[in-house]
T-cell receptor, first 109, second 115 residues
Framework: GQNIDQPTEMTATEGAIVQINCTYQTSGFNGLFWYQQHAGEAPTFLSYNVLDGLEEKGRFSSFLSRSKGYSYLLLKELQMKDSASYLCAVRDGDYKLSFGAGTTVTVRA | ETGVTQTPRHLVMGMTNKKSLKCEQHLGHNAMYWYKQSAKKPLELMFVYNFKEQTENNSVPSRFSPECPNSSHLFLHLHTLQPEDSALYLC??????????????FGPGTRLLVL
């Protein structure tokens, strides 16, 4: 089966930077997604990486290294509203999407 | 505002009840999905429909029965559920492109409690 690992919880201060790591072992690879999910709400799409390197979108950036089976999501200038669960998801060789268990980020004032 | 809606948002049912969850997408997508999300666990894919045809049944017990009457609507019929089926049930949709399915967009989910 597919294996996707990410830390369970992270805490950071408002205005700081937090990096959420995701490692994966899948049968084939067709892209990696990051989603944000606030408690009781739908997961919302944040970013997509299919080639190695960094993708930047405002305060959020996502990095991918396919040879290492590794990605990270970087959240800069943290705001209280960034407190949420962040889900790493990998699309395998059959284009099936497998999710990690999510990282709960708590932003403190 | 999400283009995928789900009703009801919350549901409490006994083990002998029959209920249905509804999902509707307004994004013009041609693929729809049911996921189960339990506390502290990864999202589990349950069913996939492409062009109204079921293409994936991820070893889901028969007490869960999906129905996709058209590419915009998806149902999950529930009967004789167990307490361990209590979870958040998420619907998603995507567009099937020439290189496979594209980004999935999720509905807000139905929080199900089985007593």
């Amino acid at each position: 089966g597919q294996n996707i690992d990410q830390p369970t919880e992270m805490t950071a201060t408002e205005g700081a930077i937090v990096q959420i790591n995701c490692t994966y072992q899948t049968s084939g690879f067709n892209g990696l997604f990051w989603y944000q999910q606030h408690a009781g709400e739908a997961p919302t799409f944040l970013s997509y990486n299919v080639l190695d390197g960094l993708e930047e979108k405002g305060r959020f950036s996502s990095f991918l290294s396919r040879s290492k089976g590794y990605s990270y999501l970087l959240l800069k200038e943290l705001q209280m509203k960034d407190s949420a669960s962040y889900l790493c998801a990998v699309r395998d060789g059959d284009y099936k999407l497998s999710f990690g268990a999510g990282t709960t980020v708590t932003v403190r004032a | 505002e999400t283009g995928v809606t789900q009703t009801p948002r919350h549901l409490v049912m006994g083990m002998t009840n029959k209920k249905s969850l509804k999902c509707e997408q307004h994004l013009g997508h041609n693929a729809m999905y049911w996921y189960k999300q339990s506390a502290k666990k990864p999202l589990e894919l349950m069913f996939v429909y492409n062009f109204k045809e079921q293409t994936e049944n991820n070893s889901v017990p028969s007490r869960f029965s999906p129905e996709c009457p058209n590419s915009s609507h998806l149902f999950l019929h529930l009967h004789t559920l167990q307490p361990e089926d209590s979870a958040l049930y998420l619907c998603a949709s995507s567009q099937e492109g020439p290189s496979g399915p594209e980004t999935q967009y999720f509905g807000p989910g139905t929080r199900l409690l089985v007593l």
